[in-house]
């Protein structure tokens, strides 16, 4: 059976990406990098998690490897499978073995909603051990120094079946990445979207606003990532208001009230 070796190159982060820190991540994850312990980012959507991994992964000069978790995901999806073509069968290494393989960075993406059974795998590649079992092989692989693995999840959408158990969560140094302060947040949107900053800080002010709205049924406010949507149709020609409504309004809600609400929201601020 012939093993079928993968491109690593494509998944270098070419380019530095634009990212602003909120506290003191970088050099946690550096320290953590550095001794070998896995990453753990919790934070509402859009926060900036997947932008920071990219970040990371620049700074260090290592592939970064990112899947999306779902509740479809098995462990063959990620570590790898036997696949048949033109009547040979070969060995394709998942994103995890890949990762391991090559000494990337390993980015689990909302982990808390792939399946238990399927995230087991990760144990004994987050402890001391740093190793990854390839069953349908019989191989036991050691992760070089170079590796790290990182997770991420949405704590405002756990729940009693999708949250992290204690013996997977305590293997991990935990940052938590909030919604960036005013200043911060208004730099971001105003670069992003490559809008004015009076433009962004008003953007920025309806995204608070939105975001008080949590106890009267609104699950998150608006994220930063709609905030540079919005300045983005707004740079295209899109009436402020519009454009406001169609990707953070609409986005945010369905229930009525709560659409109203944004609405008078947006008016009082543009």
Same mark, same amino acid.
Request: hydrophobic fraction near 40%; charge should be negative; include cysteine.
């Given at each position: 059976?012939? $093993?079928?070796?993968?491109?690593? =190159? ?38 900036? #998690? +997947? ?13 970064? &490897? ?15 499978? $036997? ?34 059974? +399927?995230?087991?795998? &990760? ?38 079946? #999708?949250?992290?158990?204690?013996? +997977? ?9 909030? $919604?960036?302060?005013?200043?911060? =947040? ?27 709205? #949590? ?18 149709? &707004? ?13 953070? +309004? ?11 609400? &944004? ?8």
């Amino acid at each position: 059976m012939e $093993y079928k070796a993968q491109k690593i =190159e494509e998944h270098f982060v070419k380019e530095e990406p634009f990212y602003l820190e909120q506290k003191n991540e970088l050099a946690v994850a550096l320290a953590a990098y550095k001794n070998g312990i896995p990453l753990l980012l919790k934070g509402p959507t859009g926060s900036g #998690k +997947t932008r920071f991994m990219q970040f990371l992964a620049w700074k260090l000069n290592r592939p970064l &490897i990112t899947v999306s978790c779902h509740d479809d995901l098995s462990t063959s999806d990620l570590v790898g499978r $036997y696949l048949i073509r033109g009547g040979e069968t070969f060995w394709v290494d998942g994103p995890m073995t890949l990762a391991v393989r090559h000494g990337a960075i390993c980015y689990l993406d909302e982990v808390v909603e792939a399946r238990k059974d +399927t995230t087991v795998v &990760i144990h004994p590649l987050a402890d001391d051990r740093r190793e990854l079992a390839i069953e349908k092989r019989g191989e036991l692989l050691s992760a070089p120094p170079e590796f790290m693995l990182a997770v991420s999840y949405n704590p405002g959408y756990q729940s009693v079946l #999708k949250d992290m158990k204690q013996s +997977t969560r305590q293997r991990f140094v935990a940052l938590e990445l909030g $919604y960036p302060n005013a200043d911060l =947040e208004r730099k971001i949107v105003g670069h992003e979207a490559g809008i004015e900053e009076e433009l962004a800080r008003l953007l920025v002010r309806i995204a608070e606003m939105t975001r008080g709205l #949590k106890d009267s049924g609104l699950q998150e406010g608006a994220s930063t990532r709609l905030l540079v949507h919005a300045g983005l149709l &707004i740079r295209e020609g899109v009436s402020p208001r519009e454009a406001c409504r169609v990707t953070i +309004t609409q986005a945010l809600t369905d229930d009525r009230e709560l659409l109203e609400a &944004i609405d008078e929201m947006v008016s009082s601020v543009l």
